[in-house]
């Protein structure tokens, strides 16, 4: 197991319906030593990539991205989310379904912030159906802007989510995949990567 | 002027109706160099205080937040905006209303992650009429948590919340509080702190 493997089995909980909190340690308390060294890991894995910028989508993917962010030494843009329907033309847009909440959202981005060509990092702390991740790869890709590959905490490899983006030719890497969660024994399965 | 009112200065604009757009490098794309700068001003400023904690609201605090939690070394918390109107009990919450989006939203944290007698240090990225602050520092007190201080990386000093909560006895640290604004000539004008 790797450090985050190891994080979620002590410290993250099952619940039924497939739910895996983990707000103790990263998305609503935050474990600021744990964020640094995501970053730290996720610099390892996408270090060969030309990297100008990191995208991700608020709010909790905020803290991971703004430590890849600095240790690539680059910005960072976050999404967001927004219920209005009149967007003005300044904006890059995508419509994202929540799995969580059950609502479609529009996520937006400024057109000041991602240009052409730009090469963009995504990331973000889940990856369960895709729709989210779907959303910024879209956006990114309608300001012309290269997605050099996407950072995920924790992907849920039960669900459709990374399979399909991986399918479309991006480059995943999760730093845990949960394959099966069991709320009754508290046991999590992780992918063997 | 320090190095935050020399960045508003170079790259914030000006709109009509006391609107001040730091998007660039803030709250939409963020400057990572200028984040840790900040975390530093605000250890220097509240150094001698004791902090277990740094609690902030979503979105745009958390990335300035986390870098404040890094030089303290300690967790952050960020609060959650919620719509429900069914809050467990496991959560404290406090009704806050938006000044930039007119409505109400409760802000909630769990009751796993604010405690008694806890120090908290509070960060956010605006001040401006005070609510969102006074929901956070509510919530803080519910848990019978100490506030340290509140530290804020641009305060609107031309509106209330500042007075009001420096009135209730808190220590409130801007980097900077812009006076006045004029969105014709673009000028903004600092308080001498």
Redesign the interface.
Known sequence: MNFLEERIVKDGVVKSGNVLKV??FLN?????AL??EIGREFKRRFGSKKVDKVMTI???G??IA??V??EF??????A?KSKSINIDGDMFVAEVESFTHKNKNQVI??K??LHENEHILIIDDFLANGCALQGLISIAESAGAVVEGCGIVIEKGFQIGGRVIRNMGYHVESLAIVDAMDAESGTITFREQ
């Open positions: 707000d103790s609503h308390q935050m474990d600021i964020m640094e608020e709010a909790s905020i803290g703004a430590f962010a600095k030494g680059v910005p960072l843009v976050f967001k981005v400024s000041r912030f």
